[in-house]
């Protein structure tokens, strides 16, 4: 009963009018951004960082929560309809969602992804209640040394295992790396990569880089990369999917929240990578898996099921270690830091209100979205045929503006515009801004905690692997940072040893044939 008492007032917080109102909001603005393709919710949330100081932490957090798994729900609309990703997780859903609306079952794949998302998404959140403060006892064990290892192993986790070339992601972690030693050097006062900058002497602020990279950088790209005409949407009707469709989405939808749960966990994880895991894992044991891209029920049910429980279970490792798992989550974390919140495991125990209130939000949420998703999708691609000439620097501005609003500074604003200048050119050359931004916010922890470590022990770096836990996360670091190399170097050989064969047989054929002559 202790356990369930701060959970019970914890849906006390979410009913207060102004959170649920928020709650809302926020939710509203996830499927509008999840609708809209560029966009996304990183980018909305960078945007929106600056109007968070004006209210509570709790209100705050709900809505930016509401935001990102509203995107979700929204990226799935015109998946389905025009063929037309609103969401990078939603990407895999436009092979049968498409496919399923060309056949006049666009309301079957809406209808199955709602269902899946919702389902996904509560399970996660289950898990989140249980899960959460478990881990959250457990990192009361974590001193400086678990902590330098633990964001060593979440740098080269997001740097490895996202979806863009490796050696890229790991230029963009080193960026953002470099990037957090800039200032004051908390141990010995020197000045670091100032070149006599008194601004830069307490560093750079995460908000200006954020809104810059995910915000201005995303705007510029989009207006380059102009939006393919908008389609004539596919007739919604029979919203209530067949029980032969629920039969067959219904494993799709039971994996993919398991699968979901659990790579939203992992650093480097999230919605884009569980939906395509989830995607791959359906047809490759499907018994048929020729259905799959001509409108197979679970190959809406599946991805749309793991993206939305992925979105939802990142939130443990930000919440209880105070490490974020993907780009949004560094969003995040840099929200709570702004309303004076330092996410960890302390905070079960000394926030209960906003950490209950946080992870109730979401089932309030999710029922807002089962019940608002179908209803508004008239609407939502009505505002697909906005010109992004008109929107674009509408949302520029706000940006801009909301940069200044910070701290009144010019200075911020500059930095705003140099971000997002990198931020277009490292999506034009092929980088992925997530891995720096997360490379930033973890550079930080990474330093202060690695260098009290070294002072405990006395400069010797072996004494990392007296501590059982950080031992084991310097063992999985190594392990990770050696598979790659070890992958390439079995691949060599099997290529040898088919070259071999190969020739092996080439010269028997000859010598028969000497033989026969």
């Given at each position: 009963?202790?356990?369930?008492?701060?959970?019970?007032?914890?849906?006390?917080?979410?009913?207060?009018?102004?959170?649920?109102?928020?709650?809302?909001?926020?939710?509203?603005?996830?499927?509008?951004?999840?609708?809209?393709?560029?966009?996304?919710?990183?980018?909305?949330?960078?945007?929106?960082?600056?109007?968070?100081?004006?209210?509570?932490?709790?209100?705050?957090?709900?809505?930016?929560?509401?935001?990102?798994?509203?995107?979700?729900?929204?990226?799935?609309?015109?998946?389905?309809?025009?063929?037309?990703?609103?969401?990078?997780?939603?990407?895999?859903?436009?092979?049968?969602?498409?496919?399923?609306?060309?056949?006049?079952?666009?309301?079957?794949?809406?209808?199955?992804?709602?269902?899946?998302?919702?389902?996904?998404?509560?399970?996660?959140?289950?898990?989140?209640?249980?899960?959460?403060?478990?881990?959250?006892?457990?990192?009361?064990?974590?001193?400086?040394?678990?902590?330098?290892?633990?964001?060593?192993?979440?740098?080269?986790?997001?740097?490895?295992?996202?979806?863009?070339?490796?050696?890229?992601a790991l230029i963009a972690a080193a960026i953002g790396l470099l990037l957090a030693t800039v200032g004051r050097d908390v141990f010995t006062g020197e000045n670091r990569f100032t070149f006599g900058s008194l601004e830069l002497a307490d560093g750079i602020d995460f908000v200006p880089i954020?809104?810059?990279?995910?915000?201005?950088?995303?705007?510029?790209?989009?207006?380059?990369?102009?939006?393919?005409?908008?389609?004539?949407?596919?007739?919604?009707?029979?919203?209530?999917?067949?029980?032969?469709?629920?039969?067959?989405?219904?494993?799709?939808?039971?994996?993919?929240?398991?699968?979901?749960?659990?790579?939203?966990?992992?650093?480097?994880?999230?919605?884009?990578?569980?939906?395509?895991?989830?995607?791959?894992?359906?047809?490759?044991?499907?018994?048929?898996?020729?259905?799959?891209?001509?409108?197979?029920?679970?190959?809406?049910?599946?991805?749309?099921?793991?993206?939305?429980?992925?979105?939802?279970?990142?939130?443990?490792?930000?919440?209880?270690?105070?490490?974020?798992?993907?780009?949004?989550?560094?969003?995040?974390?840099?929200?709570?830091?702004?309303q004076g919140v330092t996410p960890g495991p302390q905070l079960v125990d000394q926030d209960p209100e906003l950490f209950w209130g946080v992870v109730n939000s979401m089932y309030i949420g999710n029922i807002l979205l089962l019940i608002m998703s179908l209803p508004l999708v008239g609407i939502?691609?009505?505002?697909?045929?906005?010109?992004?000439?008109?929107?674009?620097?509408?949302?520029?501005?706000?940006?801009?503006?909301?940069?200044?609003?910070?701290?009144?500074?010019?200075?911020?604003?500059?930095?705003?515009?140099?971000?997002?200048?990198?931020?277009?050119?490292?999506?034009?050359?092929?980088?992925?801004?997530?891995?720096?931004?997360?490379?930033?916010?973890?550079?930080?922890?990474?330093?202060?905690?690695?260098?009290?470590?070294?002072?405990?022990?006395?400069?010797?770096?072996?004494?990392?692997?007296?501590?059982?836990?950080?031992?084991?996360?310097?063992?999985?670091?190594?392990?990770?940072?050696?598979?790659?190399?070890?992958?390439?170097?079995?691949?060599?050989?099997?290529?040898?040893?088919?070259?071999?064969?190969?020739?092996?047989?080439?010269?028997?054929?000859?010598?028969?044939?000497?033989?026969?002559?």
């Amino acid at each position: 009963m202790d356990f369930l008492n701060p959970v019970i007032d914890g849906f006390g917080v979410v009913l207060e009018p102004m959170n649920l109102l928020y709650c809302l909001i926020g939710v509203l603005i996830g499927m509008l951004i999840g609708v809209l393709p560029g966009l996304g919710p990183a980018a909305t949330i960078a945007i929106l960082l600056p109007l968070t100081y004006s209210v509570e932490p709790v209100t705050a957090i709900i809505m930016l929560a509401g935001i990102f798994y509203g995107a979700q729900y929204g990226g799935t609309i015109t998946s389905v309809l025009l063929r037309l990703p609103g969401e990078a997780s939603s990407v895999v859903t436009v092979f049968d969602g498409y496919q399923l609306a060309k056949q006049g079952k666009a309301g079957t794949a809406l209808g199955l992804a709602a269902i899946g998302s919702f389902t996904g998404g509560t399970a996660a959140i289950i898990g989140l209640t249980f899960l959460a403060p478990l881990v959250a006892s457990f990192a009361l064990d974590f001193g400086p040394a678990e902590y330098s290892a633990l964001a060593l192993l979440g740098i080269l986790l997001v740097a490895t295992i996202s979806s863009g070339a490796k050696a890229k992601a790991l230029i963009a972690a080193a960026i953002g790396l470099l990037l957090a030693t800039v200032g004051r050097d908390v141990f010995t006062g020197e000045n670091r990569f100032t070149f006599g900058s008194l601004e830069l002497a307490d560093g750079i602020d995460f908000v200006p880089i954020a809104m810059g990279i995910f915000g201005l950088g995303e705007i510029l790209y989009n207006l380059e990369e102009r939006h393919r005409a908008a389609k004539a949407p596919s007739a919604v009707a029979n919203v209530w999917p067949s029980r032969k469709d629920l039969k067959q989405a219904s494993g799709a939808i039971g994996r993919g929240s398991i699968l979901g749960f659990f790579l939203g966990i992992l650093p480097g994880g999230g919605a884009t990578i569980a939906s395509m895991a989830s995607y791959a894992m359906e047809k490759k044991r499907a018994k048929q898996p020729e259905r799959f891209g001509k409108g197979a029920p679970e190959g809406v049910a599946g991805p749309e099921t793991a993206n939305n429980a992925a979105a939802t279970s990142s939130f443990i490792p930000l919440l209880t270690l105070g490490i974020p798992a993907n780009a949004t989550m560094a969003l995040m974390f840099g929200a709570l830091l702004i309303q004076g919140v330092t996410p960890g495991p302390q905070l079960v125990d000394q926030d209960p209100e906003l950490f209950w209130g946080v992870v109730n939000s979401m089932y309030i949420g999710n029922i807002l979205l089962l019940i608002m998703s179908l209803p508004l999708v008239g609407i939502f691609v009505k505002i697909l045929r906005v010109r992004a000439a008109i929107l674009a620097p509408i949302t520029a501005l706000i940006t801009l503006l909301g940069a200044y609003t910070i701290n009144n500074s010019m200075f911020d604003v500059t930095l705003v515009v140099v971000f997002g200048v990198v931020g277009y050119l490292m999506k034009k050359f092929g980088f992925e801004p997530g891995p720096l931004v997360l490379a930033f916010v973890l550079g930080s922890l990474l330093e202060s905690s690695l260098r009290r470590s070294l002072l405990v022990f006395g400069g010797d770096p072996m004494g990392f692997f007296s501590r059982p836990i950080s031992a084991t996360l310097l063992l999985v670091f190594v392990l990770v940072a050696l598979l790659p190399a070890l992958r390439t170097l079995l691949a060599r050989r099997s290529r040898s040893s088919q070259a071999a064969r190969n020739s092996g047989s080439t010269i028997q054929g000859t010598n028969d044939i000497k033989e026969k002559v």
